[in-house]
């Protein structure tokens, strides 16, 4: 049997939900009224209802974000959250908070998300046989940990394909709670990372001002797709369930388009979803919000993926300014340029800046304001007022199940049988006296035109027969009434018939491979608590937002390394080992302070508050 291959795309709403659909995407994710890690992206039942009847139509499946920790007064609400959400269809729960596996749930299907922190094969093979479906990789891993993963646990495996990075490990941030008790496990993460810091040293010098030290770049593994399949990954994550219609559209064609030349007339691999899309537009990456790109860690670490000067959106890349006339700016490439586009370049300052075009003509570009530029800076345009019109439009993305019609003749009149591309038949009778035509002339193209207007419906006639015994005669209203009720009762038939995949909990009680566990488990109540006591683990620290320490705490654990980004990193850059750091290294943010603490063997950075003390591990790297 082929294997199913998915794109995942996130949706806000219920209209980013089915705009992601119409793009191409297998499966949906999208937020619950509580629970899910993006506490500004909530939707009624009612309307996950609407996404998953929809879906469902295509064969695309809805996932509904619980990834939360939870606290004690808030797993019965939960629960019955749980209860509601499998009572209209939705096909898995994606959830960090083990308390969940410990509920009287209905037999839905269950994934780990990210949060759960899913990078060592050990704890994702627990997670498996504790009754996890699928688990949702750390976006940090390379393809042979990835493949380890694929080998050891025998799980569905999710990554991240495109969009934006945390720079922790996910999950294990707490710098939002630790300036100010908003927490990222529980929704708000306050974006600390995206400010800017000084970066200063041991010696108490400042050797960077003012950068957005812990801003990286955005994340595209797209030309992995071959790799990553082979690895064992079957589904691709856009991330961004904050972001606009446009960012959706273009994330989902583009990545529609890239999965379908690397399914097409494979053996091995199909794709998971009923349906071809159509698009109006030319996707590309860098045509929505994106901050460069990096492929991170998969490949291994081999550049910088800092994105220092902004958190910013910078956009495609025009060319660099040539000269600055009266009043607009002559650019390369300024051909490319629209009215109404948003420019974006670095000032002396090393900060991101922009430039409003209020128009285009003969190449040259006429500002808003007109600002003082170096020739040979850098253009971008990170606002395409042409792109953006075309793509917003409902039919920029259109996706259509294909079928064959077949209208033929019975004893007591006509019928007319649909098939679709999954083999389900719909079929309609009409009662009607057969006469034959006038001048017995066939009218058969005529009805071969009327059955080819499928119009609205998610349907083509990809091929339409007639097969008369006469040239019978039938009026196009009958034509057009038999063609909308045998497309209206195939929706019905293709909905009753969609198979949810259904998995009923069963408790266990395997090991778990830790028997103690620090508060980066997050453990926030009790249920979660009497989950991993039963699989063994005898110590278990309470989660950081319950006994917050201000001042002394490490509040973050990254790849990311600040020492790689300079250069200055003793394995990869022994070269400029005599130019050593004097460390502590802090970050510094008006009244914010962070000390970095370098642990080179697994090849990782923390980060903690200012008054903590740790020992400076001395660089040898064998």
């Known amino acids: 049997m082929q294997k199913k291959i998915e794109i995942l795309a996130p949706a806000k709403d219920l209209i980013h939900g089915m705009a992601a659909i119409n793009s191409g995407a297998?499966?949906?994710?999208?937020?619950?009224?509580?629970?899910?890690?993006?506490?500004?992206?909530?939707?009624?039942?009612?309307?996950?209802?609407?996404?998953?009847?929809?879906a469902h139509l295509y064969h695309a499946q809805v996932f509904v974000v619980m990834n939360t920790i939870l606290y004690d007064n808030e797993l019965e609400t939960c629960r019955q959250m749980i209860w509601a959400l499998y009572k209209i269809g939705v096909d898995a729960l994606i959830v960090q908070d083990m308390a969940i596996m410990e509920m009287d749930l209905p037999p839905i299907v269950l994934h780990a998300s990210t949060q759960a922190n899913n990078r060592d094969a050990e704890k994702i093979k627990f997670l498996k046989e504790a009754g996890m479906k699928r688990v949702v990789l750390a976006r940090e891993l390379n393809l042979h940990q990835i493949k380890e993963i694929n080998d050891t646990a025998d799980v569905e495996l999710e990554f991240f394909v495109t969009g934006a990075l945390c720079v922790s490990f996910s999950g294990n941030c707490y710098m939002s709670v630790a300036n100010g008790e908003r927490s990222a496990n529980r929704g708000s993460c306050a974006q600390n990372c995206r400010l800017p810091y000084n970066l200063i040293d041991g010696h108490g010098e400042t050797l960077i001002k003012n950068s957005h030290l812990l801003s990286i770049k955005d994340f595209d593994v797209s030309d992995q797709i071959p790799n990553l399949v082979e690895a064992g990954v079957i589904s691709f994550k856009i991330e961004g369930r904050l972001k606009d219609i446009v960012y959706v559209k273009n994330n989902v064609s583009y990545l529609r388009q890239k999965l379908d030349s690397f399914l097409?007339?494979?053996?091995?691999?199909?794709?998971?979803?009923?349906?071809?899309?159509?698009?109006?537009?030319?996707?590309?990456?860098?045509?929505s919000f994106n901050r460069g790109y990096t492929d991170y860690f998969v490949n291994e670490r081999h550049s910088a993926i800092g994105s220092w000067e902004s958190p910013k959106s910078k956009g495609q890349y025009i060319g660099k300014l040539i000269k600055t006339t009266?009043?607009?700016?002559?650019?390369?490439?300024?051909?490319?340029?629209?009215?109404?586009?948003?420019?974006?370049?670095?000032?002396?300052?090393?900060?991101?800046?922009?430039?409003?075009?209020?128009?285009?003509?003969?190449?040259l570009a006429y500002p808003n304001v007109l600002k003082e530029l170096a020739p040979g800076t850098f253009i971008y345009r990170n606002n395409d007022a042409a792109f953006i019109k075309i793509v917003e439009r409902e039919d920029s993305a259109v996706r259509k199940i294909g079928t064959t019609l077949l209208l033929t003749e019975n004893e007591t009149g006509f019928e007319l049988i649909a098939t679709d591309e999954d083999g389900y038949v719909s079929t309609v009778k009409l009662e009607h006296a057969k006469e034959q035509t006038k001048n017995n002339l066939s009218i058969e193209e005529n009805i071969k035109t009327q059955l080819a207007k499928t119009g609205f419906t998610p349907y083509t006639a990809d091929e339409i027969n007639v097969m008369f015994t006469q040239n019978w005669f039938l009026p196009i209203s009958k034509v057009n009434e038999m063609r909308r009720t045998v497309y209206e009762q195939l929706s019905e038939i293709r909905l009753a018939n969609y198979h949810r995949e259904e998995h009923q909990m069963v408790k266990t009680s395997h090991p778990y491979p830790e028997t103690k566990l620090d508060f980066m488990y997050n453990v926030s109540n009790k249920m979660a608590r009497k989950f991993y006591e039963r699989h063994g683990v005898t110590e278990i620290e309470q989660a950081f937002e319950l006994q917050w320490e201000p001042g002394k705490s490490r509040v973050m654990t990254t790849k990311y390394c600040i020492k790689y980004e300079l250069e200055r990193?003793?394995?990869?850059?022994?070269?400029?080992?005599?130019?050593?750091?004097?460390?502590?290294?802090?970050?510094?943010?008006?009244?914010?302070?962070?000390?970095?603490?370098?642990?080179c063997k697994p090849c990782e950075m923390e980060i903690w508050e200012k008054d903590a003390e740790f020992e400076i591990e001395e660089d040898h790297i064998h």
């Not at 199909?270 to 996707?283: I, L, R």
């Open 26 to 54: 297998d499966a949906v994710y999208i937020g619950a009224p509580r629970f899910g890690a993006r506490s500004n992206a909530t939707n009624s039942i009612e309307d996950i209802a609407a996404l998953v009847k929809y």
């Open 264 to 287: 097409e007339g494979s053996d091995k691999y199909t794709k998971a979803s009923s349906g071809k899309c159509t698009f109006t537009f030319d996707s590309a990456l860098n045509k």
């Open 326 to 363: 009266a009043n607009a700016y002559e650019i390369e490439n300024g051909e490319m340029l629209n009215n109404g586009d948003g420019l974006c370049y670095i000032n002396e300052n090393n900060e991101a800046d922009g430039i409003y075009v209020n128009k285009v003509e003969n190449g």
């Open 569 to 599: 990193c003793p394995k990869y850059h022994r070269e400029n080992m005599d130019q050593k750091l004097k460390e502590p290294l802090v970050l510094k943010q008006g009244e914010l302070e962070y000390k970095l603490k370098f642990n």
